[in-house]
């Protein structure tokens, strides 16, 4: 009997460790094996959707592997670059601001045209701000080496035209001339600036004193993109101050705290999710435009003209 009954304990230990009884543990399995499938049904899916449509859905160079990046790169000579600044914009705005609509803009027109995006350049020249905490200030010389390097890693894979998608200012003068220097070297650049575009767009939709630095526009801007990011109690209205010095025909070598000391200019209280989608709808449209024509153009026909 003793043994009979040691016998039958093995058997029920045995038992036990090989059938999982408990229901929590079967369920927690079927779960798991449901999902294991499902995940690979749907990975499935998507590789064989990929096989019918022909090419990688991808437009953003950093979401990309190295293999799809050559697909793209030897079946297209176009990209676009978004580049901004961080630096102060008003109490209500974050300092991300003119990279992160940049940013927006840039990968909203490459899903519309298919026209590979890079990852944004989030500091510029913006030493003008620097009064104000947490701005970081580039010279011009190192941020145009720094965006011509970028530029010419394109072209060693082959891209001879780039959109820059350009979210602050005081970047301009530099990519300017970036732009001309490139041109002479077979790669032609474009920059386009949103608030110039919108204020050509969309005349009416803001008053003059709501189109400059973080005022109602950008702020407006930033409550459709960035919702979160933006404090609305803290919005003010600033009228910048005029210096004694300032003349008609006169350029001052001032920064933004000798006009303002909120970091505002002019009216920002004013700001509207509507507003602000106008905006965006409206300077995507005129990029998708420009993209779309480029792509289509011969860069022999871009080049720098001979001497006449
Ligand atoms: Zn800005």
């Known amino acids: 009997m ?9 058997v029920q230990l045995r038992g036990l460790n090989l059938v999982p009884k408990p229901p929590a543990r079967i369920s927690a399995f079927k779960d798991f094996h449901r999902a294991r499938v499902a995940s690979l049904y749907s990975v499935g ?5 990929r096989e019918c449509v022909g090419e990688t859905l991808k437009v953003l160079l950093h979401e990309m592997s190295w293999t799809e990046a050559k697909e793209y790169f030897a079946k297209n000579d176009i990209v676009i670059l ?4 961080t630096e102060q914009h008003g109490p209500q705005n974050p300092l991300g601001t003119d990279f992160m609509i940049a940013k927006a803009i840039a990968e909203e027109t490459a899903k519309r045209t298919r026209v590979l995006c890079l990852p944004a350049v989030p500091f510029g020249v913006s030493s003008h701000h620097k009064q104000f905490w ?8 190192a941020f145009k080496e720094y965006v011509r390097e970028a530029c010419l890693s394109l072209s060693y894979y082959g891209i001879r035209k780039i959109v820059i998608v350009n979210g602050h200012g005081g970047n301009l003068s530099v990519l300017t001339e970036l732009a001309r220097e490139l041109r002479g070297e077979g790669v032609f650049m474009s920059v386009f600036q949103w608030w110039p575009a919108a204020a050509k767009l969309l005349p009416d939709l803001f008053m003059p004193e709501e189109r400059r630095h973080a005022g109602a526009e950008e702020t407006s801007m930033n409550l459709v993109l960035h919702t979160s990011l933006v404090n ?15 003349f008609e025909g006169i350029t001052l070598p001032l920064g933004t705290v000798d006009e303002t000391g909120t970091g505002v200019f002019g009216k920002s209280t004013s700001a509207s999710v509507e507003k602000g989608e106008k905006v965006f709808q409206s300077v995507v449209s005129e990029l998708v435009k420009h993209v779309t024509l480029l792509e289509n153009m011969k860069i022999e026909d871009l080049g720098q003209k001979p001497k006449v």
């Open 2 to 10: 003793a043994t009979g009954k040691r016998l039958f304990g093995l």
């Open 45 to 49: 899916l998507i590789k064989r959707f």
């Open 82 to 85: 978004p580049v901004g600044s």
């Open 134 to 141: 947490g701005t970081i200030f580039i010279s011009p010389r």
């Open 232 to 246: 609305v109690s803290k919005a003010v209205d600033t009228e910048p101050r005029k210096h004694a010095l300032q």
